[in-house]
């Protein structure tokens, strides 16, 4: 079985800040990690994935991720957040056999100007 | 191109009655889920098609829930006899093919909302 933890239901940083939302794993099986972004009344859009390429992966919009296999964990950041940063954010597993999404619980991701 | 689009975007309805969402998805995609985002549950897996495979249907809650896929393309997710609890947002995704590492593309979703 694989799941995900995320934590932190709401996070919240100044506009310029650094942006942390964490993520770790749980797998049976080498994980393929997802970060989606889902804006208000919008469905998911990918911001990057990790497939064991390379452990540091760049996604859209200046956001980043470390896979770390020793902690189990691929926390997204960004080094400086913007407004249209706000969001929900969420990470996702899959692997093995097991193409669909196994999604964590979210992160609300609050700009503050 | 275009990308997954779903319909209706809202729907309210009655306790008991059945409804039908759509999916329309990416053109040439072979793979298309649906999940269930809610409150309480996060966001859930619910079907997957592949192609001309049997559907992946160990995520659908119980009997009332079923879901089709005409000719490869079109999904239709149909809820019957709604109950309040199936009150959530449904997402429709695509991906281009059975790949573990392939990205899912999401469509805006259906709210449904059940009185």
Redesign the interface.
């Given at each position: 079985a694989q799941s995900v933890t995320q934590l932190g239901s709401h996070v919240s940083v100044s506009e310029g800040a650094l942006v942390l939302l964490r993520c770790n794993y749980s797998s049976s099986v080498p994980p393929?990690l997802?970060w989606?972004v889902q804006y208000p009344?919008?469905?998911?859009?990918?911001l990057l994935?990790y497939?064991s390429a390379a452990t540091l992966v760049k996604g859209i919009n200046g956001f980043e991720a470390e896979f770390k296999k020793s902690d189990t964990s691929i926390h997204l950041t960004k080094p400086s957040a913007h407004m249209s940063d706000a969001a929900e954010y969420?990470c996702?597993v899959?692997?093995?056999s097991?193409?669909?999404?196994?999604?964590?619980?979210?992160t609300l991701l609050t700009v503050n100007p | 191109g275009a990308g997954v689009s779903q319909s209706p975007s809202n729907k309210v309805t009655e306790k008991g009655k059945d409804v039908e969402l759509r999916c329309d998805p990416i053109s040439g995609h072979t793979a298309l889920y649906w999940y269930r985002q809610s409150l309480g549950q996060g966001l859930e897996f619910l079907i997957y098609f592949q192609g001309n495979s049997a559907p992946d249907k160990s995520g659908l809650p119980s009997d009332r829930f079923s879901a089709e896929r005409t000719g490869g393309s079109v999904s239709t997710l149909t809820i019957q006899r709604t109950q309040q609890e199936d009150s959530a947002v449904y997402l429709c995704a695509s991906s281009p093919d059975r790949g573990l590492t392939d990205t899912q593309y999401f469509g805006p979703g259906t709210r449904l909302t059940v009185l």
């Open positions: 393929y997802f989606y009344n919008q469905g998911l859009q990918l994935k497939t969420f996702a899959s692997g093995g097991n193409y669909k999404l196994t999604f964590g619980k979210g | -």
